[in-house]
Every structure is written in C-alpha cells, then in structure tokens.
C-alpha cells in the first residue's frame, strides 16, 4: 500500500512537472509574446480551452477571523456559475445583462475569480499595460520586473483601479499592489504557494507583509 501511495506521488509530481515544462517551452519558443502574454501562457494560459469546470472556495481572514467564505461552481463551457455562501446556493449564467438579483452573485464572481486567475485576464481584458521596468517589491524588498495594469475609468465594477505587478525570470507573479481608482486605497500581497493543476497553474495564497490579512483559495478542482 505504500508503494502505491509513493508511486502515485512520483507520478503526480512528473505531471506537475511535465505541464511546468511545456508551459516554460511556449514561453520561450514564441519571442514575439509581449510580457503580459508571456505571464499569462506561463500559467497555463493554453490549457484553459481544454476546461469544462472549475471549483474552489475564496476564503478571506483577518487577524485570524474568517471574513468570507464562498464555494463557487463555474461550468466554463456554458457560464453556468453557482455560489454557496453560508448554507445557500444560487446560479446564474453570465450574459450582457443581468437580471438585478443576479449582480450579487455576478460582482462576487468577478471579484473571486479574478484573483483565482489573474494571469490570464491580462489576455482576457481590456486593461492598459505599461512597459516592464526593474522595482522593489513591496513586501520582500527583492528587485523584479515589474509592470502597471491600469483599467479605464468607465465600465464595470471598480472602474479607475491599477496593479503593479512584480514577477520573476519564470514569469510567475510574485507580489502585487492594487490601487483603487482616484488615488485611494491601496494594498500589497504576496502571491505563493503555486499548484498545478490539470496544467492551470493557480497561486493558493496571497499575504499582507504583516500577515494580518490572508486570501486565499482552498477546494480546488479543476476538470477537463
């Protein structure tokens, strides 16, 4: 029985990285990729065709007390999404308009699965990127590349915000701050503990330098 187990460990790990690999070789096999594309195909971004349903629970903790706790169903095929959030459940699918009682559940979407997969709305939106320059980061103080994406001022949830994104030679994120639109609020995370899976590369956690504020993810499935 052990054997089993720490064959299927083994082969779990050559998977993970097997997808790393393949990710890393479109990377570099395509030069003409601007940065943005680069970080978006380094996490997996031409696997997500092959997805039929993704679920996790977007969790959020303050000073050790849970503050949020959703568990999403999302059938990319069809945008069918359902959310349950403290013993309740309810679906809707993603069209142009929304009936008013769906915008609920629509901006909480938008908002969790936007930190689930950030990397690829940098392909996905309409957001402007600035040239990558080298910067500190914020949180560990190691210089990295870095870039801004800005959103336009009009349109959708939180019009006007920016992130300053600090990745690495791989590029993988590794912090990030997001600044809200008009010069207000600001907030910097880490973005770690990376998992593969079905070769969606997906950053579980996401700290405050002092730790007092964690985002993260948990009950991850990710089907083909």
Same mark, same amino acid.
């Given at each position: 029985?052990?054997?089993?187990?720490?064959?299927?460990?083994?082969?779990?790990?050559?998977?993970?990285?097997?997808?790393?690999?393949?990710?890393?070789?479109?990377? =570099?096999?395509?030069?003409?990729?601007?940065?943005?594309?680069?970080?978006?195909?380094?996490?997996?971004?031409?696997?997500?065709?092959?997805?039929?349903?993704?679920?996790?629970?977007?969790?959020?903790?303050?000073?050790? =007390?849970?503050?949020?706790?959703?568990?999403?169903?999302?059938?990319?095929?069809?945008?069918?999404?359902?959310?349950?959030?403290?013993?309740?459940?309810?679906?809707?699918?993603?069209?142009?308009?929304?009936?008013?009682?769906?915008?609920?559940?629509?901006?909480?979407?938008?908002?969790?699965?936007?930190?689930?997969?950030?990397?690829?709305?940098?392909?996905?939106?309409?957001?402007?990127?600035?040239? =990558?320059?080298?910067?500190?980061?914020?949180?560990?103080?190691?210089?990295?590349?870095?870039?801004?994406?800005?959103?336009?001022?009009?349109?959708?949830?939180?019009?006007?915000?920016?992130?300053?994104?600090?990745?690495?030679?791989?590029?993988?994120?590794?912090?990030?701050?997001?600044?809200?639109?008009?010069?207000?609020?600001?907030?910097? =995370?880490?973005?770690?503990?990376?998992?593969?899976?079905?070769?969606?590369?997906?950053?579980?956690?996401?700290?405050?330098?002092?730790?007092?504020?964690?985002?993260?993810?948990?009950?991850?499935?990710?089907?083909?």
């Amino acid at each position: 029985m052990k054997k089993l187990i720490i064959l299927s460990i083994i082969g779990c790990f050559l998977i993970s990285c097997n997808n790393r690999k393949k990710e890393k070789e479109v990377v =570099t096999e395509n030069p003409n990729l601007e940065v943005h594309e680069k970080i978006a195909m380094a996490n997996g971004f031409k696997e997500f065709d092959s997805i039929s349903q993704i679920k996790f629970t977007f969790n959020v903790k303050v000073n050790d =007390t849970l503050r949020s706790e959703r568990r999403w169903v999302w059938n990319v095929k069809s945008d069918k999404i359902s959310l349950t959030e403290k013993d309740s459940t309810m679906s809707y699918t993603k069209k142009d308009s929304l009936e008013e009682d769906k915008e609920y559940i629509d901006q909480r979407f938008v908002n969790d699965s936007y930190w689930l997969l950030f990397p690829y709305q940098l392909k996905w939106s309409d957001a402007e990127i600035s040239e =990558t320059k080298k910067s500190k980061a914020p949180i560990s103080g190691d210089e990295m590349q870095m870039l801004t994406v800005s959103y336009p001022s009009e349109g959708g949830y939180t019009p006007g915000d920016s992130y300053d994104i600090y990745f690495d030679e791989d590029y993988m994120i590794q912090e990030w701050v997001y600044k809200a639109s008009g010069g207000g609020r600001e907030m910097a =995370t880490t973005w770690e503990d990376y998992e593969d899976f079905n070769g969606v590369m997906i950053s579980k956690m996401h700290k405050s330098k002092d730790g007092s504020f964690e985002l993260f993810f948990s009950d991850i499935s990710v089907e083909e």
